[in-house]
């Protein structure tokens, strides 16, 4: 059996639990979550929900899962690591920050923990990954979603985002320079990045899309192994414009891979 410490009870910790529940039973438990407020009641069929740090990690567990968001991983990143306990991160965009990125590693370097960065909302990464192995030459990544995600983002000082009539570039450059300004949405490029060519050497484009009520992501790739162009559709979370149905998926897919005896795409 195991046992996870869920950092986060928003639209993705909420959907984690309800499969770890319905799907997973028999493989895994939630001893216990995080959160930033009290909650009444304060324990769900077993699972401690708590807003102090203490409290939940005093609970025994294999793997932390964050699904909180970016100051989550900076407060108690290393600190997990060093406990020596797996820390998964969906979060990815934490890692702009390399010192941050750097500590995380030596400390799971120390401990024997695993810092593990799940696809999350971007699939491909296995090839990208294989290809930076042989080396790769440029990745270019496209994010698009519609006006109505990039509410109380940087965009809305650039544009009257409801009186867009047509998909307008809200951002051209890195994922390191797009972390400072769309902190909520470079989750998935920065995975890219880290799996990839890097940061700084990444190019991303942000646009605000009309035509579309989804997500769409988009890579392209190129390298000694050749070329590719990955392009995935995604619906929305219903509770968070900003976050895709398949992030709840694919983190419950690696964890899996994790208590199964067949691992398939890593």
Same mark, same amino acid.
């Given at each position: 059996?195991?046992?996870?410490?869920?950092?986060?009870?928003?639209?993705?910790?909420?959907?984690?639990?309800?499969?770890?529940?319905?799907?997973?039973?028999?493989?895994?438990?939630?001893?216990?979550?995080?959160?930033?407020?009290?909650? *009444? $009641?304060?324990?769900?069929? /077993? =699972?401690?929900?708590?807003?102090? +740090? &203490?409290?939940?990690?005093? #609970? !025994?567990?294999?793997?932390?899962?964050?699904?909180?968001?970016?100051?989550?991983?900076?407060?108690?990143?290393?600190?997990?690591?060093?406990?020596?306990?797996?820390?998964?991160?969906?979060?990815?965009?934490?890692?702009?920050?390399?010192?941050?990125?750097?500590?995380?590693?030596?400390?799971?370097?120390?401990?024997?923990?695993?810092?593990?960065?799940?696809?999350?909302?971007?699939?491909?990464?296995?090839?990208?990954?294989?290809?930076?192995?042989?080396?790769?030459?440029?990745?270019?990544?496209?994010?698009?979603? *519609? $006006?109505?995600?990039?509410? /109380? =983002?940087?965009?809305?000082?650039? +544009? &009257?985002?409801?009186?867009? #009539? !047509?998909?307008?570039?809200?951002?051209?450059?890195?994922?390191?320079?797009?972390?400072?300004?769309?902190?909520?949405?470079?989750?998935?490029?920065?995975?890219?990045?880290?799996?990839?060519?890097?940061?700084?050497?990444?190019?991303?484009?942000?646009?605000?899309?009309?035509?579309?009520?989804?997500?769409?992501?988009?890579?392209?790739?190129?390298?000694?192994?050749?070329?590719?162009?990955?392009?995935?559709?995604?619906?929305?979370?219903?509770?968070?414009?900003?976050?895709?149905?398949?992030?709840?998926?694919?983190?419950?897919?690696?964890?899996?891979?994790?208590?199964?005896?067949?691992?398939?795409?890593?």
């Amino acid at each position: 059996m195991l046992k996870i410490g869920l950092l986060g009870l928003g639209a993705i910790g909420s959907d984690v639990i309800e499969m770890a529940k319905n799907e997973f039973a028999d493989r895994i438990e939630i001893p216990a979550v995080l959160v930033r407020r009290p909650r *009444d $009641p304060a324990t769900i069929n /077993g =699972t401690v929900i708590t807003n102090d +740090f &203490d409290t939940f990690f005093s #609970k !025994e567990t294999d793997l932390i899962l964050e699904v909180a968001g970016h100051s989550t991983v900076q407060n108690y990143g290393e600190h997990i690591l060093k406990a020596g306990r797996d820390f998964m991160v969906t979060s990815v965009g934490a890692f702009t920050d390399d010192t941050l990125y750097q500590k995380c590693i030596k400390a799971a370097q120390a401990s024997g923990a695993r810092l593990i960065i799940p696809s999350a909302g971007i699939g491909s990464l296995d090839t990208l990954s294989a290809a930076a192995v042989g080396g790769l030459t440029s990745v270019h990544m496209i994010v698009r979603k *519609d $006006p109505s995600a990039w509410h /109380g =983002t940087h965009a809305e000082t650039l +544009f &009257d985002l409801d009186s867009l #009539k !047509e998909p307008t570039v809200i951002f051209e450059g890195t994922p390191r320079e797009g972390a400072a300004l769309y902190p909520q949405n470079v989750n998935i490029s920065a995975a890219v990045s880290l799996a990839g060519l890097g940061l700084d050497k990444t190019r991303l484009t942000i646009i605000a899309d009309t035509e579309i009520d989804t997500h769409v992501c988009e890579i392209h790739a190129e390298g000694n192994f050749g070329s590719y162009s990955f392009s995935e559709n995604l619906a929305v979370a219903e509770t968070n414009r900003k976050t895709g149905k398949i992030v709840a998926m694919a983190v419950m897919k690696t964890v899996r891979q994790m208590v199964s005896p067949v691992i398939i795409g890593v």
